[in-house]
């Protein structure tokens, strides 16, 4: 039987096109306005995917997602439009709404995310399956009051941590808030954590129920991810590794695709018993959608952030991340250096070669820049043919240093357009918290750095011009 769909749309051209699209492709589709039952429809859980028009709901859309949430449907919410805000985003995938999709990129995206719909609403009615059975195990073994009891505190924590992290877009503090819904309560552990990547770099969330860990394991995770402790007073210590059998691990998958590893290793590091064998399935499951819901905001976030020209962070992703960096340097009282990069006579370039090759100079100079910084290091686009680099911990020595390298790097890049080699030179400002005065914040360390650039660009300029003069 073919999946149904309903489409939320006053407009014709919609419809057509999802029946283009989403038709040939074995779905059935049908139509409905804002006049008609729409909540008594989709309540009869006939529809495996509601396609919505926000410009038409609007701030409609979180009363039906909090209500149909409250009724358990299991219908997947894909919002659509050119109206859809993008401070609206979280909040929209928060209540529980799949995705949102541009209007103008409709036909490049909705046959995949439908299908992504599709994966994302299994999942959750696997989970919902897994909450009934083990409800329907408390009724059954209710004169066993041991098993019942331990049953009991397994459900409220699976209902817990569905409710705590089954649509948390932050992941940051994923393993405290599972700490939190009981997870010692229900299971003694030896070793609890979290494999997982949210955009480039991998993460691991560790806890440790002894308190220790070898010295050994841990710095070599420290190179690896981002490490996250819990405790946070871990002792670090020259004992064995912990060893774990096969058994204790698990993936986070969906719909065939892993998404990240969990580990749960019993007191003593024996094997799981079935039972928590079980608990680990339910948890894994949990987490994967989680784990996807937050990868798939953190998508959507970046690209906001993006320049889509270099791949680099743009205007507006610097001015955030500066933010960051400016208060956490205040906080810690370490120095952060920034530097303004300018292509010198770039103008000449697009007159010459054409914008094309001018477009390409900038992505292959954003290439340089990114090969040249640490991983720690922020690259962004400024504007136009202005770079902006953002060096946490650094000072002035350091931050010349590094201008050195990039200058070696550009130097020793062939920039090419059509076969034809294009000269490519670039002037510079620094500027580091340290210079500032108390009370100042990151524009003046932009302006410093700014004013820097372009002093040396006109000092540039005028010894060309006494050159050749002379």
């Excluded at 994923?174 to 070793?191: D, F, M, N, T």
């Excluded at 912990?242 to 094997?271: D, H, N, W, Y």
């Excluded at 320049?307 to 933010?323: A, F, P």
């Amino acid at each position: 039987m073919n999946e149904k769909i309903l489409v939320i749309s006053d407009r014709k051209s919609d419809c057509e096109l999802f029946e283009q699209i989403l038709g040939p492709k074995g779905f059935d589709l049908e139509s409905m306005c804002l006049a008609e039952e729409i909540e008594v429809a989709i309540l009869k859980d006939a529809y495996a995917a509601v396609l919505a028009d926000y410009d038409l709901i609007g701030n409609r859309i979180y009363d039906w997602l909090g209500f149909f949430q409250e009724s358990r449907c299991r219908a997947c919410f894909i919002l659509y439009g050119d109206k859809i805000e993008s401070d609206n985003i979280a909040d929209i995938l928060q209540k529980g709404a799949f995705g949102l999709i541009p209007r103008s990129l409709l036909s490049e995206r909705l046959h995949d995310t439908v299908l992504g719909g599709l994966e994302n609403r299994k999942a959750f009615v696997d989970i919902l399956g897994m909450v009934d059975a083990l409800r329907d195990v408390n009724e059954t073994l209710e004169k066993e009051k041991d098993a019942l009891r331990k049953k009991n505190q397994e459900l409220g924590f699976i209902n817990r941590l569905s409710s705590e992290v089954a649509y948390d877009l932050n992941w940051d503090r994923i393993l405290p808030r599972i700490l939190s819904a009981g997870l010692q309560q229900v299971a003694e552990l030896e070793l609890f954590c979290i494999l997982y990547r949210i955009g480039a770099r991998w993460k691991l969330a560790l806890h440790l129920s002894g308190k220790e860990i070898n010295k050994e394991t841990l710095e070599r995770l420290k190179e690896d991810m981002d490490l996250h402790l819990y405790p946070a007073n871990i002792r670090v210590s020259s004992s064995d590794p912990i060893s774990f059998s096969s058994q204790c691990i698990r993936p986070l998958s969906l719909a065939g695709k892993v998404l990240g590893m969990l580990v749960i290793v019993p007191q003593g590091g024996t094997e799981p018993k079935k039972g928590l064998q079980e608990l680990m399935s339910t948890i894994s499951n949990i987490l994967a959608m989680s784990l996807k819901n937050a990868q798939e905001y953190n998508r959507l976030k970046e690209m906001a952030i993006t320049d889509g020209l270099t791949g680099i962070y743009n205007h507006k992703g610097l001015r955030q991340l500066m933010q960051r960096e400016f208060q956490r340097t205040r906080r810690y009282n370490k120095p952060l250096a920034l530097i303004m990069v300018d292509v010198d006579n770039f103008k000449s370039v697009n007159d010459f070669f054409g914008h094309q090759a001018g477009d390409c100079v900038l992505r292959e100079l954003a290439g340089c820049l990114k090969r040249s910084v640490r991983q720690t290091d922020i690259v962004a686009r400024y504007g136009g043919d202005e770079f902006a680099i953002l060096l946490p911990e650094t000072d002035m020595e350091k931050a010349e240093m590094l201008v050195k390298r990039i200058l070696h790097t550009i130097r020793n890049h062939a920039f090419e357009w059509r076969s034809e080699r294009i000269k490519v030179e670039i002037s510079h400002g620094i500027s580091t918290t340290l210079e500032i005065e108390k009370g100042q914040d990151e524009e003046e360390l932009i302006h410093m750095a700014d004013s820097r650039l372009y002093h040396l660009k006109r000092s540039s300029t005028l010894l060309r011009l006494a050159s050749r003069e002379a």
